[in-house]
């Protein structure tokens, strides 16, 4: 299982980005896929998840109405929008896959319930 996030980067208050996580290696289509950020002093916290059909997607309360996941199966991509940015979404950003296809972890942001990560991809919000 290899899983790889992209497209962090620099951006001003209010601004936006777009994250992408690339998946191999495993059965694409029958797992759900969560978006995960280091916060310091908090650890790594659970920030969206969208389950393998796209039934069933989850954010945390700091980003909904902010930030939208989605997911092209064709293409083995996750993506995470983020638009109006604020400061304190500066992270590392992570994608994870849960260790069983056709399972929605319980709870969704539960750390232990995710068995693969990627590498992360740094968001910065500064002005």
């Known amino acids: 299982v290899q899983l790889q996030a992209s497209g962090g980067g620099l951006v001003q208050p209010g601004g936006s980005l777009r994250l992408s996580c690339a998946a191999s290696g495993f059965t694409f289509d029958d797992y759900g896929i969560g978006w995960f950020r280091q916060v310091p002093g908090k650890g790594r916290e659970g920030v969206s998840y969208i389950s393998s059909d796209n039934g069933r997607i989850y954010y945390a309360d700091s980003v909904k109405g902010r930030f939208t996941i989605s997911r092209d199966n064709a293409k083995k991509m996750v993506y995470l929008q983020m638009n109006s940015l604020k400061l304190e979404d500066t992270a590392p950003y992570y994608c994870?896959?849960?260790?069983?296809?056709?399972?929605?972890?319980?709870?969704?942001?539960?750390?232990?319930?995710?068995?693969?990560w990627g590498r992360g991809t740094l968001v910065t919000v500064s002005s």
């Open positions: 994870a896959v849960p260790g069983r296809r056709w399972y929605d972890p319980n709870p969704w942001r539960g750390v232990a319930e995710y068995a693969y």
